[in-house]
């Protein structure tokens, strides 16, 4: 039996910490020094100058075009320099997406996240870590649970004040903030302040933040089950009420990095909530109404999930050239000629459908559709206590008639 060809192993990716060369072992110098090319971040190089003896190749803009030049040395001793470990939020997670680990060298240094628990005594276990360099802030809303320890990987010096001001605004003000600056460096500081009291200027780019959340009385937690209050929504009445949106996003059970089309999204409150349950989930709101679209982004960023993509323009006509989609959900407009014709034609096959009747009309098409193609059918009737007079009386809401059914 023939043996199988050794790979070459041309790509060295080293970790680098704010100490430069003092932080390496014998062999990342070796490597570094004997290299003909050394991509990294200027930083990077400055840091490594007294190591690298061949050409250096600093990151372009867009980054595509670096990870093209490094493509085009396959097969050529390379090195990559990166900050702490390559692969938790590095750049070896893009590059491992061209590049097999089997022709890789990986040698990690201790990432920031690292670094600032160990400053701090928080064990990485129990604290939750999240990168916000070049990533929307209003990420970090589902994470502000009181009692949680998080680290953040702020953008630049400007990340722990727009932190500070987001939790004061969101009713987290008495959460403790300390910033640590330069981490592992020469130059490496800690602050603590309470986040209603930031005043921290000056601050170094290179910082993480950790927060120890504290909640004010009327703080906005976002509860971690499904059917968030319709209170924390922004909306006009147009909105899948709490109930309904439980059984709801039950129905269309999302799985982990699917997408979801919610067509006549209202407030968007389903695919918020949709991409609430999982960071890999993804969600288009298609709706029509100009005012309802700039509200769903506002909701959107509200509760975390600003990467929710939103659509303005009428079903069917809207649906056209998106992504097709792992599970739909059709809430309004379901009636209109063709929507859910359309909707299940683009569902690829295994995924799910929900919609949801509260007209007649709308009902008699998913009968008709049950009737055809099979499925589940659930007439959902809720009631709740109201005031009547000087006691009390239930009064039921709307009934709603929801079809849920798997494409074969």
Not at 222 to 245: M, N, V, W, Y
Not at 376 to 396: E, F, K, N, Y
Request: charged share 20%; net charge negative; with cysteine.
């Amino acid at each position: 039996m023939a043996e199988t060809p050794s790979i070459q192993r041309w790509l060295t990716l080293i970790g680098i910490g704010e100490d430069g060369p003092a932080g390496l072992g014998d062999e990342a110098k070796r490597l570094i020094a004997s290299s003909p090319v050394v991509f990294g971040g200027t930083r990077h190089i400055e840091l490594m100058s007294s190591l690298i003896s061949g050409e250096t190749q600093a990151w372009l803009s867009p980054f595509e075009k670096s990870v093209e030049a490094v493509l085009a040395r396959r097969g050529k001793p390379t090195v990559v320099l990166a900050s702490g470990d390559p692969f938790f939020y590095g750049v070896g997670a893009t590059l491992s997406r061209s590049i097999p680990a089997a022709e890789m060298i990986v040698i990690p240094a201790p990432s920031s996240f690292s670094l600032a628990a160990s400053r701090l005594g928080w064990p990485l276990q129990e604290t939750t870590v999240l990168s916000l360099h070049g990533r929307p802030i209003e990420l970090i809303r589902p994470h502000l649970h009181a009692g949680r320890k998080i680290l953040v990987l702020t953008s630049d010096g400007k990340g722990p004040t727009e932190l500070a001001a987001l939790l004061q605004s969101s009713g987290f003000g008495p959460s403790e903030l300390t910033v640590l600056e330069a981490l592992g460096g020469p130059h490496e500081k800690t602050s603590r302040q309470s986040a209603a009291d930031f005043s921290l200027s000056g601050i170094n780019d290179l910082n993480i933040c950790g927060v120890e959340v504290k909640a004010d009385a009327g703080a906005r937690i976002l509860p971690l089950s499904a059917g968030l209050p319709d209170e924390l929504f922004e909306h006009d009445g147009q909105i899948t009420k709490r109930e309904i949106r439980a059984m709801t996003l039950s129905a269309l059970a999302p799985r982990r990095g699917e997408l979801l089309w919610d067509i006549g999204a209202g407030s968007g409150s389903i695919g918020i909530e949709w991409m609430l349950a999982d960071p890999s989930l993804r969600a288009i709101a298609i709706e029509a109404s100009p005012e309802r679209t700039a509200r769903i982004r506002r909701n959107a960023g509200n509760f975390g999930v600003p990467g929710l993509t939103v659509v303005e323009g009428e079903a069917p006509t809207a649906l056209s050239g998106l992504a097709a989609p792992d599970a739909i959900f059709i809430g309004g407009g379901g009636s209109d000629a063709g929507v859910l014709e359309i909707a299940i034609d683009q569902l690829k096959s295994g995924g799910r459908l929900v919609a949801n009747a509260v007209t007649t009309e709308m009902e008699a098409l998913l009968l008709a559709e049950h009737t055809r193609r099979g499925g589940s059918l659930i007439r959902i009737d809720i009631a709740r206590a109201a005031p009547v007079g000087r006691m009390t009386g239930w009064r039921p809401a709307m009934p709603v008639t929801q079809w849920s059914w798997t494409k074969p």
